[in-house]
T-cell receptor, first 114, second 117 residues
Framework: GENVEQHPSTLSVQEGDSAVIKCTYSDSASNYFPWYKQELGKRPQLIIDIRSNVGEKKDQRIAVTLNKTAKHFSLHITETQPEDSAVYFCAASMGDTGRRALTFGSGTRLQVQP | EAGVAQSPRYKIIEKRQSVAFWCNPISGHATLYWYQQILGQGPKLLIQFQNNGVVDDSQLPKDRFSAERLKGVDSTLKIQPAKLEDSAVYLC???????????????FGPGTRLTVL
């Protein structure tokens, strides 16, 4: 089955700096890659996603890049703010071509220092 | 629109007891998922329903876990008997009916935090 690895496990940045979280996946059939933000004790919230037909997607301070050849994708947060502090999870699925349930990475705890 | 609802939010039981969790997906969402999230880890799929049929239950420990989705709407997940290692947050998620080549976004409920003593 699919395996998703996520790095780093913890990341501390100064407010205003950029943060990058990287994930690799094992199954080349995966074609949908969402990122979720989870604050302590709360539900995972989708912040951005990318499908295999594009290489990059941006939404204000958040961007995701996908390299299908290398089977890795990354989350980029620019101009970080204290409210960005949370655990971020990457995930992968095969969408309509097969297994639609998400396989999650192990999470990255991001701390933005004021 | 209303989100995915789950109850109870918290449950504490002793090992070997049974417990049940309830999920009400977003109205009109055909696909429902149950995930288990152990502290410090990412969610792991337990079972996926499409309407009232099971699509994937390959990771469900069937000797103790069961789930049903009667009438293709609400779902219940049951653990009987519970073990210490079942302590986790149980998340329910739903997504709209698959159409064409679009992959459905999954919306998560607040989860049920289970503690097994």
């Amino acid at each position: 089955g699919e395996n998703v690895e996520q790095h780093p496990s913890t990341l501390s940045v100064q407010e205003g700096d950029s943060a990058v979280i990287k994930c690799t996946y094992s199954d080349s059939a995966s074609n949908y890659f969402p990122w979720y933000k989870q604050e302590l004790g709360k539900r995972p919230q989708l912040i951005i996603d990318i499908r295999s037909n594009v290489g990059e997607k941006k939404d204000q301070r958040i961007a995701v890049t996908l390299n299908k050849t290398a089977k890795h994708f990354s989350l980029h947060i620019t101009e970080t703010q204290p409210e960005d502090s949370a655990v971020y999870f990457c995930a992968a699925s095969m969408g309509d071509t097969g297994r639609r349930a998400l396989t999650f990475g192990s999470g990255t705890r991001l701390q933005v220092q004021p | 629109e209303a989100g995915v609802a789950q109850s109870p939010r918290y449950k504490i039981i002793e090992k070997r007891q049974s417990v049940a969790f309830w999920c009400n997906p977003i109205s009109g969402h055909a696909t429902l998922y149950w995930y288990q999230q152990i502290l410090g880890q990412g969610p792991k799929l337990l079972i996926q329903f499409q309407n009232n049929g099971v699509v994937d239950d390959s990771q469900l420990p069937k000797d103790r876990f069961s789930a049903e989705r009667l009438k293709g709407v609400d779902s219940t997940l049951k653990i009987q008997p519970a073990k210490l290692e079942d302590s986790a947050v149980y998340l329910c998620a739903s997504s709209p009916q698959f159409v064409g080549l679009a992959v459905d976004t999954q919306y998560f409920g607040p989860g049920t935090r289970l503690t097994v003593l």
